[in-house]
């Protein structure tokens, strides 16, 4: 396995082509891209900033063909989602040179078949997934996690040379998410603001965090921010619920919060156990007490200190929702403190 500087070594002076089917701007291709910009000779975005898969795969494909015509890049960095861009990732038939660096970031088979349950274990389809997953990991020259426990899990999965494996933490948009002084909104003045957003995925564990919030509707204080496109919402007054914000106006609201809820919660979902959540880089970015999934990549990065970072058991409503009394308790204690 190797670190993050045989990464910079690798795209030091070099021309470096970039391809991500996610929009350019999400948390991770931004992150690779200012790494790029920073380190190689030049290079060249293929990426749009549409966050619609089948339209960034059509629009890759056609700028892809007319790349065969030009001069190929010393290093092809394939960021997140590779595997559709197989045909292509194979680069050797047309540049033989080129380093490829693949970020797998995203299993199709483990999300399609073992997270979100599309497609059924032992099928045709499924073990054409993981033959995608498998052959886009052997014909890469490096392979980038995003966890210790990922990397694990996938070279030993795939049968892979640690050798060729590298892990590569997210960090959140500088520019964006910082500790900002923000005051709070008539609404919320005089609460405890416990703030989550996401993308509502099933390993995120929403549901854990909106019965927690439920055993907590009697405590009147405690306000809970949650953005994101939450389908099975609870109705409860303690709970504001926003469909999505653009980065600024999320920054805002993180500013806001005394409390952020990072997870992952559910713990049925092997992966939830293996991954980082991105938003927790965004919320120690911004300096805000943050509380955890107690899995092992989580703890790779953040110990707990009780004055940061908080860690719960997965999976278990009551104990998020005893945690979070616990900090808005603490506070109180703090301010009481002060004013004496």
């Known amino acids: 396995m190797k670190n993050k500087e045989y990464l910079i070594n690798l795209i030091s002076g070099k021309s470096v082509l970039f391809i991500t089917t996610r929009e350019i701007s999400y948390i991770r291709c931004h992150q690779e891209i200012q790494l790029i910009s920073q380190f190689s000779r030049e290079f060249q975005i293929l990426g749009t900033y549409k966050n619609i898969y089948l339209t960034n795969i059509v629009y890759l494909y056609l700028h892809l063909f007319l790349l065969i015509f030009k001069k190929k890049p010393d290093v092809i960095f394939v960021s997140f989602l590779a595997q559709p861009l197989l045909p292509w990732l ?28 599309k497609i059924r274990e032992r ?129 805002t609201q993180i500013a806001m919060a005394d409390l952020c809820l990072a997870g992952h919660f559910n713990n049925t979902i092997d992966k939830a156990k293996r991954t980082i959540a991105g938003k927790t880089f965004i919320y120690q970015q911004m300096g805000k007490k943050i509380i955890l999934g107690d899995n092992p990549a989580n703890k790779e990065l953040f110990p707990e ?36």
């Open 90 to 117: 194979i680069f050797r038939f047309f540049s033989p040179k080129s380093i490829i660096i693949t970020d797998f970031f995203i299993s199709l088979y483990e999300t399609l078949v073992q997270e979100r349950c």
């Open 123 to 251: 099928t045709i389809l499924s073990k054409v997934l993981f033959y995608f997953d498998k052959i886009t990991c052997t014909s890469s020259d490096l392979i980038i996690f995003d966890t210790k426990s990922d990397l694990l899990y996938f070279t030993s999965l795939f049968n892979v040379p640690k050798k060729k494996t590298l892990v590569l933490y997210l960090e959140a948009n500088k520019n964006i998410y910082f500790p900002q002084e923000v005051i709070k909104s008539d609404e919320l003045f005089n609460n405890y603001v416990v703030l989550y957003f996401g993308s509502i995925l099933p390993l995120q564990g929403v549901d854990i965090i909106l019965n927690a919030a439920k055993l907590l509707a009697n405590v009147n204080e405690i306000k809970f921010i949650l953005i994101g496109p939450i389908k099975n919402k609870i109705q409860s007054p303690n709970i504001i619920y926003i469909p999505w914000l653009p980065e600024d106006e999320l920054a």
């Open 305 to 340: 200190d009780n004055r940061k970072f908080h860690y719960v058991i997965m999976g278990d409503s009551l104990a998020l929702a005893t945690k979070i009394h616990g900090l808005f308790l603490s506070r109180n204690r703090e301010l009481n403190n002060e004013k004496n």
